[in-house]
């Protein structure tokens, strides 16, 4: 069996009527209609507009509900850095993976001060003078996903005319784009990274004063042929590692959010939900899914292929999770349960299972 290195997978949400993540107002002197996100496809030859929720978006659902599922504490925004006139043109996190698992789980940035390596020229034109130049820190993000993107042949456009109505006068008009479609997305967490910190020279993961808070938490390894960086991993990083993956699946598994929840009422937990664990980084599970009937079908063959290509790399079986009655060929789908290799069950059951079968933190779990 593989070593479980890297949880991937992918999910669908139902976007039927829904308004997720806005683009502003229309062009030109449609100034009065709101419009959603949407890119450009080339369909047989003509462009498609296609509706879709920015990586940026769905990443803070995620990091919401992850947070509220798990009463972790969130790592709140924070001003670090100030103008000539005084408005905040540098924000982060707390910047703390130790005492923050969204930290961990999505990583951060904080380039430092007045340091001109780290800053643009308009930065450094714009950057209040500051006494001390602060510390860079970066964390890329252990979890990475996609955007999510309508589903072709499950993706139409529509305009929400209204009025607000006056007392006195004419009513005035607006208009609203929304869309209804299915929105799939695919991700990949790099979970051996959770609870390790590299400090490469100028790439530094935990800043200077995080190491010397948390001393007594963290073991220390040199890196590199000279010995010259560090590894600094938590003492009970394994434990760690679980809980942190785990409470990302139940969010997963309860993602809430979106824009427009007044109008439109958007349930956006997966109504179809991949999970997998993989010795290697690959997100496989991408563009599964299509809509040539009325409901989205799971693109069988290639999940079976998938699953072929990669059987030396699988470090978990496949979990497939489908809220009953969503997908086209949803008894093609459960015939693929095995008990061994595919398991198949609601989204919720199937990330209960895979925390249960792999990252079992607590015996009631």
Same mark, same amino acid.
């Given at each position: 069996?593989?070593?479980?290195?890297?949880? /991937?997978?992918?999910?669908?949400? !139902?976007?039927?009527?829904?308004?997720?993540?806005?683009?502003?107002?229309?062009?030109?002197?449609?100034?009065?209609?709101?419009?959603?996100?949407?890119?450009?496809?080339?369909?047989?030859?003509?462009?498609?507009?296609?509706?879709?929720?920015?990586?940026?978006?769905?990443?803070?659902?995620?990091?919401?509900?992850?947070?509220?599922?798990?009463?972790?504490?969130?790592? !709140?925004?924070?001003?670090?850095?100030?103008?000539?006139?005084?408005?905040?043109?540098?924000?982060?996190?707390?910047?703390?993976?130790?005492?923050?698992?969204? !930290?961990?789980?999505?990583?951060?940035?904080?380039?430092?001060?007045?340091?001109?390596?780290?800053?643009? !020229?308009?930065?450094?034109?714009?950057?209040?003078?500051?006494?001390?130049?602060?510390?860079?820190?970066?964390?890329?993000?252990?979890?990475?996903?996609?955007?999510?993107?309508?589903?072709?042949?499950?993706?139409?456009?529509?305009?929400?005319?209204?009025?607000?109505?006056?007392?006195?006068?004419?009513?005035?008009?607006?208009?609203?784009?929304?869309?209804?479609?299915?929105?799939?997305?695919?991700?990949?967490?790099?979970?051996?990274?959770?609870?390790?910190?590299?400090?490469?020279?100028?790439?530094?993961?935990?800043?200077?004063?995080?190491?010397?808070?948390?001393?007594?938490?963290?073991?220390?390894?040199?890196?590199?042929?000279?010995? /010259?960086?560090?590894?600094?991993?938590?003492?009970?990083?394994?434990?760690?590692?679980?809980?942190?993956?785990?409470?990302?699946?139940?969010?997963?598994?309860?993602?809430?959010?979106?824009?427009?929840?007044?109008?439109?009422? /958007?349930?956006?937990?997966?109504?179809?939900?991949?999970?997998?664990?993989?010795?290697?980084?690959?997100?496989?599970?991408?563009?599964?899914?299509?809509?040539?009937?009325?409901?989205?079908?799971?693109?069988?063959?290639?999940?079976?292929?998938?699953?072929?290509?990669?059987?030396?790399?699988?470090?978990?079986?496949?979990?497939?999770?489908?809220?009953?009655?969503?997908?086209?060929?949803?008894?093609?789908?459960?015939?693929?349960?095995?008990?061994?290799?595919?398991?198949?069950?609601?989204?919720?059951?199937?990330?209960?299972?895979?925390?249960?079968?792999?990252?079992?933190? /607590?015996?009631?779990?």
């Amino acid at each position: 069996m593989a070593t479980l290195n890297n949880i /991937t997978g992918a999910l669908v949400i !139902d976007g039927t009527a829904a308004f997720l993540n806005g683009a502003g107002l229309g062009a030109g002197e449609d100034r009065n209609k709101v419009v959603p996100k949407v890119f450009e496809e080339m369909i047989n030859g003509r462009r498609e507009k296609v509706p879709y929720v920015s990586a940026q978006a769905w990443r803070r659902w995620l990091r919401n509900t992850s947070n509220e599922e798990n009463s972790w504490t969130p790592s !709140d925004l924070q001003a670090i850095g100030v103008s000539k006139k005084g408005t905040t043109n540098k924000i982060s996190t707390l910047l703390d993976p130790i005492a923050y698992p969204e !930290d961990d789980l999505f990583g951060y940035m904080r380039s430092g001060g007045n340091d001109k390596s780290a800053a643009s !020229d308009e930065d450094e034109e714009d950057e209040a003078p500051t006494k001390t130049k602060a510390e860079s820190v970066q964390r890329t993000s252990p979890f990475k996903c996609s955007i999510l993107k309508g589903i072709r042949g499950k993706r139409v456009l529509n305009v929400d005319e209204g009025f607000v109505h006056l007392k006195e006068n004419t009513p005035l008009p607006y208009s609203t784009q929304f869309y209804a479609a299915h929105l799939e997305g695919f991700f990949n967490l790099e979970y051996y990274r959770l609870g390790q910190f590299d400090n490469l020279g100028s790439k530094q993961e935990l800043a200077s004063e995080t190491v010397k808070q948390y001393a007594d938490h963290l073991t220390g390894q040199p890196l590199g042929s000279k010995g /010259t960086f560090r590894r600094f991993t938590l003492k009970d990083a394994e434990q760690s590692r679980k809980e942190r993956a785990a409470g990302l699946l139940r969010g997963l598994a309860f993602l809430r959010g979106g824009a427009k929840q007044a109008a439109f009422g /958007t349930d956006v937990s997966p109504k179809v939900l991949i999970l997998a664990g993989l010795e290697c980084a690959n997100p496989v599970f991408n563009n599964l899914f299509e809509g040539s009937g009325e409901m989205p079908s799971l693109k069988i063959k290639a999940l079976q292929q998938i699953m072929d290509d990669y059987r030396n790399k699988l470090a978990t079986p496949v979990y497939i999770g489908i809220r009953e009655g969503y997908l086209q060929n949803e008894a093609d789908v459960k015939a693929l349960a095995d008990g061994t290799n595919v398991v198949v069950g609601s989204p919720i059951s199937v990330a209960q299972s895979f925390i249960k079968a792999h990252l079992i933190t /607590t015996p009631n779990e």
